[in-house]
């Protein structure tokens, strides 16, 4: 795309166009405020998410200039995005994925209550602690 | 000053050098972003779980505070942007102010936050078993306020050592410390800071919005 330029003019950000990045982080800051007063259901999430990624793409690229050095320091943020992710994914997989290992009444270590009003035998129902 | 612009023996010459700096700055960012990911990663699992009791507490947050904190804090960003420019044209004046400005936005928002921990306290919306807000009393409210005062408390405090490099910087830069061969340290400082930036750019839709 812009290889040999942006090699080419090594690590100059202009103020001019750190000055329009600026302008842009601001008019992305009042969207996502605005669009969260409206209620989008899910969309609210994927939109909120969608003007962070933008915002945080624009920090990352020109304010601390992996756009104009290229090679081994963005392969340390790219790795540490991935790491991010393969936490949270199988985080959420494993929470989401369980199930209850037994029903009440196969659980050999329920017995049914002695007597109505003793609460201290809880059926578990579910295999979250 | 030590000479710092000049090259160490073991580079090949100051570009390689700044590279070197550069790389081992990223790598420590790179495990500032491993930091918060573990909480990134909790909140995912607790807002799957308490799906409810999360977009409640989303909705009590000051959501227009959060905005003028995010719009301080790209300020700060830009203003360490600027400082870097003049560092690398040996205007160390305009470096100071520079510097200084991103400091001060920094103050800034500890302020702001420190009004909204405020009224968290007064009405008792506190984490874990101290919590004790009546307006919110779904499943795992207290869960979503743990995790805003833990995510929220760990980049305050990031952005109270960002403040201290920062004012460190433009101390320095005042001795006239930077020049147009010599603004490594700038670089580096205002990388920090722009990390800082990062972490609130995502933790203000997922706590403030959504």
Redesign the interface.
């Known amino acids: 795309m812009v290889d040999s330029t942006a090699h080419a003019d090594h690590g100059e950000?202009s103020?001019a166009r750190?000055?329009m990045i600026?302008v842009g982080?601001?008019l992305l800051?009042?969207a996502?405020?605005l669009?969260?007063r409206f209620n989008l259901g899910t969309w609210?999430?994927v939109i909120?998410?969608a003007?962070?990624i933008g915002?945080?793409s624009l920090?990352?690229l020109f304010?601390?200039q992996l756009w104009y050095?290229r090679g081994?320091?963005r392969l340390?943020?790219a790795?540490?995005?991935v790491?991010?992710f393969l936490?949270?994914f199988f985080?959420?997989a494993d929470?989401?994925s369980r199930y209850p290992l037994a029903n009440p009444n196969a659980n050999p270590l329920w017995q049914p209550p002695a007597a109505q009003g003793h609460s201290s035998q809880e059926p578990s129902t579910s295999g979250r602690p | 000053m030590r000479p710092e612009g000049h090259v160490q023996e073991h580079f090949a010459n100051i570009e390689v050098q700044r590279q070197a700096a550069r790389l081992g700055m990223w790598a420590f960012l790179a495990t500032e972003i491993l930091l918060f990911a573990g909480l990134f990663a909790a909140y995912a699992e607790y807002r799957s779980l308490f799906h409810q009791a999360f977009v409640l507490g989303a909705r009590h947050l000051d959501a227009m505070m959060a905005t003028v904190e995010t719009a301080v804090l790209i300020t700060g960003s830009f203003a360490v942007v600027m400082a870097h420019h003049y560092a690398k044209s040996s205007k160390a004046g305009m470096t100071c102010l520079s510097l200084l400005a991103a400091a001060a936005t920094g103050l800034a928002f500890l302020m702001l936050h420190g009004i909204e921990y405020w009224h968290h306290f007064e009405e008792g919306a506190l984490p874990g078993k101290y919590y004790s807000f009546p307006e919110i009393q779904a499943v795992g409210a207290s869960m979503f306020f743990t995790l805003y005062f833990l995510m929220t408390g760990l980049h305050s405090l990031h952005v109270m050592a960002g403040v201290g490099v920062l004012t460190w910087l433009a101390w320095r830069a005042a001795g006239g410390a930077f020049s147009n061969n010599n603004y490594n340290a700038v670089e580096m400082g205002g990388l920090y800071w722009h990390l800082v930036d990062l972490i609130w750019i995502f933790l203000f839709p997922l706590l403030y919005l959504v």
């Open positions: 950000l103020p750190s000055a600026y982080l601001l800051t009042v996502t405020y669009f969260s609210s999430v909120a998410l003007i962070a915002k945080a920090v990352a304010f601390m050095h081994s320091v340390a943020l790795t540490a995005v790491w991010l936490l949270a985080v959420v929470v989401k």
